[in-house]
C-alpha cells in the first residue's frame, strides 16, 4: 500500500496491526504461562537457596503436567529450561540448586548455558544440545546417549533435565523444551523465548508450560518496594531508564510486580505485545513500545543507547559518536543489553611444563593464574551435572576432527573466553564458567 504522508502510513499500519492480533488470537494456544510466586525475602544480599527452593516448586509442577514417558524404561521425563536475565546471578542460582534436596522420587540433571565460558567447551555444550533438543521425532530423544544413560542408571521415577541459561537460549538456537521458566526482563525476550516451548510440536495446551517470576532479582534486591518508581530493574537487559538530559520523566514503571506489568498478557504467549501499543508506565509492553518509538523516532537528532542505560544525543554530544551511527546504526539504536565494558581475551592453555595455564592473549607464554581461583564443590543431591565434558576430551575431540596433533594451537584457537578487562580476580568451575571473585 502507497502512503503519501504519516496520516495514511498510521492508519494503515494501525489496520494491520488490528487484523494480525485478531489472526494471532485465533490461533491454538500452544504457550500458556502463569506467575511462579517467590517466597524468597527482598534484600540487597539474596539468599539464593531460598530462591532455588522456590524455583524447584515451579519445576516440578511444569513436570508434572507436560511430561512424557520413556518407552524403554517407563520412567517420567521432561526437559526444560530455566531463564535468567544475567550471568552472575546465574551461579549463584546453579550453585544453589546443586546443593538442594528433599525432592521426592525426582532426579535433576542440570546443565549452566551462558557466553562466560572457554569457548571450545560451550560450542560442545550447544552440539549437544542441538541433538538433544531437536524434538520433530519425538522421542527420538531417548535414543541418544546423553539421555538414555542418565535413565538407565536412575533410581527415580522422575527424571527432568534442565537447562539454566541466560538470554543465549532465546535466538539463534533451534531447540524445543516442554516447559520453561523466566525471570521478567521484557515482554520482547519472554516472546523470544516462548518460541523455544514446544517449538517444533505445535500441539495445543491446556495447562501452563511457562512460568514467568513475580519479578526479577535486581528488583529483589531493592527491597520491599522493588524499587517501583525509583530504580530501574527492567534493564541490562530491558527498556526501563533513569531520568536523563533526554528522558524526563524516568522511564520506570510504577510497579515492578509481573502481575501488574503483564495483565492479560500471559493466558496466550504470541508476537501481539510486539505490535499493539498499549498505555505507558503501567505495562512491560508499553514501556518497550514507548521507549522504542523515542529511540527510534528522536526529533532532537540521532539517538543511541549509553552503556547506564540513558540515551545519548549524537548531534549535541559531537562528533566522538557520530561514527556510531555508520556502524550497524540499527543495532546501536537499541537499549544495550549489557553494560558495554570492554574485554580482554583469556586462552587455557597447556605451558611448557606441562601445566594448565590462564594467558592473556596479548601476552601469550605469560601466565595469569593468580587471576583465577579455581572453585571446587561437590553435587551430592538429587541435582546432578549433566551433559559436563572435559576440557582435555574437548579438545583431543577437535583435534581428530580437524586431523591435526596440535592441542596447544587448538587450545589458543578455541580455548578462549572474553571477561571484563576492570575485573581483577575471577572464579573458575568447568561446570560454571567465570564469574568474578
Known sequence: MDCSDNAQFIAANDQFVTRRVARLEQGPIIRQATILPLEV??????????????????????????????????????????????????VELAQALYQSDGLDDIEIHLCTYHARQLLALRSDLENQLDQILNRNKELAVFDLKAVSSVLKKAQASNVI???????????GRNHDYDWAIVEPSSMRSIIQLAGRV???????????????????????????????????????????????????????????????????????????????????RVSLIALEHAVIGRVMNSPDGEIIWSMDGGELDLKQNGLKYRWLTHICST???????????????????????????????????????????????????????????????????????????????????????????????????????????
Not at 533435565?161 to 535466538?171: N, Q
Not at 537499541?334 to 570492554?342: T, V
Request: some cysteine.
Open 198 to 280: 514446544k517449538r517444533h510440536r505445535p500441539e495445543p495446551v491446556t495447562t501452563p508450560n511457562m512460568l514467568i517470576m513475580s519479578t526479577n532479582i535486581r528488583a529483589l534486591k531493592q527491597g520491599s518496594n522493588l524499587g517501583a518508581k525509583q530504580v530501574p530493574v527492567f534493564c541490562l537487559p530491558g527498556f526501563e531508564t533513569r531520568e536523563n538530559r533526554l528522558v524526563r520523566p524516568a522511564a520506570i514503571l510504577s510497579s515492578h510486580k509481573t502481575e501488574d506489568i503483564l495483565v492479560n498478557a500471559l493466558g496466550h504467549i504470541n508476537s501481539a505485545p510486539r505490535i499493539k501499543n498499549p498505555m505507558p
Open 331 to 437: 543495532y546501536k539504536r537499541r537499549p544495550r543489553s549489557e553494560k558495554g565494558f570492554l574485554k580482554t581475551r583469556y586462552v587455557y592453555v597447556e605451558n611448557d611444563e606441562g601445566e594448565m595455564q590462564f594467558e592473556n592473549v596479548d601476552y601469550l607464554k605469560q601466565s595469569e593464574n593468580a587471576k583465577f581461583k579455581h572453585i571446587g564443590f561437590e553435587c551430592k543431591g538429587p541435582v546432578q551435572p549433566w551433559l559436563n565434558q572435559q576440557y582435555g576430551v574437548v579438545l583431543e575431540r577437535l583435534a581428530q576432527q580437524l586431523e591435526t596433533e596440535d592441542l596447544v594451537g587448538l587450545a589458543r584457537r578455541f580455548g578462549f573466553v572474553d571477561l571484563d578487562s576492570h575485573r581483577l580476580a575471577w572464579n573458575y568451575h568447568p561446570l560454571l564458567g567465570f564469574w568474578p571473585d
Open 41 to 90: 525475602t527482598p534484600q540487597k544480599n539474596i539468599h539464593y537457596h531460598q530462591l532455588a527452593q522456590d524455583i524447584l516448586q515451579g519445576v516440578q509442577t511444569l513436570h508434572s503436567n507436560h511430561l512424557q514417558i520413556c518407552p524403554k524404561t517407563g520412567r517420567r521425563v521432561s526437559f526444560g529450561l530455566i531463564r535468567l536475565s544475567n550471568i552472575n546471578p546465574l
Open 161 to 171: 533435565f534442565i537447562v539454566l541459561a541466560t538470554p543465549v537460549a532465546e535466538v
